[in-house]
């Protein structure tokens, strides 16, 4: 009698690996996406609105105050920011912080960008409201 071994047939382990790997792939993708996410949602609810609704026919006590229209512009050669509020022009952050001090704050202030503002000259308009005391700040892109 002649015995001969039988051959297990064996599974490649790189085949049973690859839907494993691919599976944990996409699950640690998902969970660095949900908590980029979670981090800059908490971040963007802390933001104030200057928006309201009247919620009553003129029964209520309101102070009648427009918000106060801050305006960024260019400077013709292109020097640096301007901001103007009504007739008023400024050339710096500090020098319009110390104006918005002592402008009313219940009304909030409205930030108005002119064309070819940079996103870094309409947060110097931002951080000077927020130095000044507003809480109610709004922006309106050009």
Known sequence: MAFRRRKRRRLDPASLRL???ALIDVVLFLLM????AG??????????T???VD???GGGASSGLLPTMLRVDRAERGEGPVFRLGERVFKSQGALTELLKGLPKESGVVIKSGAGVT?????AALQACKDAG???ISFLAN
Not at 33 to 36: A, D, K, N
Not at 39 to 48: N, P, Q
Not at 119 to 123: D, I, R, Y
């Open 19 to 21: 839907p494993l790997i």
């Open 33 to 36: 996406y949900f908590m980029v």
């Open 39 to 48: 981090t800059l949602g908490a971040e963007e609810r802390e933001l104030s």
């Open 50 to 52: 200057a928006l309201g």
């Open 55 to 57: 919620r009553g026919s």
């Open 119 to 123: 996103v870094g000259e309409v947060a």
């Open 134 to 136: 507003f809480a109610k």
